[in-house]
Structures are given as structure tokens and as C-alpha cells.
């Protein structure tokens, strides 16, 4: 002869021809409750404080900083060097657009091939204002030569790339 075992849990009512589903034990909520409310969340950035900007006084030199981030977007452009090196210091759209561009010029111009690395010819900067900086770079490639320009801001205390132009 075989004996069943039952096991009892803790929404059991003791015998088990009454045991009731987990579900129908679980306390229930008032259904019409608004559970938009309950969530405390502010969505008014007004009152929030200012991101860390740095004075451009505690930055380095703009002019040196937009003339490595350009000679790295050519090359990034190029192929000879990963858009990934730069995400640090581009605004997210910035990079994402630039990755785009990238993949596009890949898949139809395929892998690139070696060539020689672009050289900056002069490079100027102008402060727009307390926290941002324009900077106008000629960056020749193999015997062309190129208008970039690069707009800088002062973000957690450190420059951030937020338009590149390349003519």
C-alpha cells in the first residue's frame, strides 16, 4: 500500500480537499488606486543643480585639445583608427552619428587600406563663452587638405567634443 504525501504550504487552510492557490491568498490591492502616484519621482530639472562645468582657466590648452580630436576623426573616418578610442570625449550623438558615418563608409568602400597619417597644418581657437571653445584646424592627408572644426565645452571639468565640421 502507497501513502501520499501532501506538502503543506503556508497558504494552506489544514485540509487538503480546501487548499487554495498562492493567488487567491495573496492580499489584494485596491484596484482603482492610481500607481502613477505612488512613484516618487521629480521630473522638474529646475531646482536640480548645475552639472560641474570647470572654468576654462583649469582646462588644457583648447587649441591642442581640438587638434588631437580632429587628427583622430580622420583618422577614425579613414579607417586607420577605432571611433571607439574617441567615445570618451564626444557627446553621445556626436559619437553616434560619427559611428554611423563610419559603418556606412565601411560597408561600402570595405576595410580601409594603410596610409599615411594626417598632419595638422595650423590650428586656432576662439572662447565662445566662460565654458566653451571653437577651434579651427587644416589637417592634410596625403597631399589634401581639409577645414576642421571642433566645438568644445567645459563638462566635468574636462573638454567635451559637441559638433566636429569637416569641409
Known amino acids: 500500500m502507497s501513502t501520499v504525501h501532501v506538502m503543506r504550504t503556508p497558504f494552506d487552510t489544514g485540509h487538503p480537499r480546501e487548499m487554495k492557490s498562492a ?17 516618487d519621482v521629480s521630473w522638474d530639472y529646475s531646482t536640480q543643480p548645475e552639472p560641474l562645468c570647470a572654468a576654462i582657466d583649469d582646462l588644457p590648452d583648447p587649441a591642442q585639445w581640438g587638434r588631437a580630436v580632429a587628427l583622430a576623426t580622420v583618422e577614425a573616418l579613414r579607417g586607420s583608427r577605432s571611433i571607439f578610442q574617441l567615445q570618451r570625449w564626444l557627446a553621445p550623438e556626436l559619437f553616434e552619428a560619427l559611428h554611423r558615418r563610419i559603418a556606412l563608409n565601411t560597408r561600402l568602400d570595405g576595410k580601409a587600406k594603410p596610409t599615411a597619417s594626417p598632419i595638422a597644418r595650423s590650428s586656432r581657437a576662439c572662447l565662445v563663452s566662460d565654458t566653451v571653445a571653437e577651434t579651427t584646424h587644416v589637417i592634410s592627408v596625403s597631399g589634401r587638405s581639409r577645414g576642421v572644426c571642433v566645438r568644445l565645452e567645459a563638462c566635468r571639468k574636462q573638454w567635451l567634443v559637441t559638433a566636429i565640421e569637416i569641409a
Open 23 to 39: 493567488a487567491h491568498q495573496l492580499p489584494t490591492r485596491h484596484m482603482h488606486t492610481n500607481r502613477w502616484k505612488q512613484i
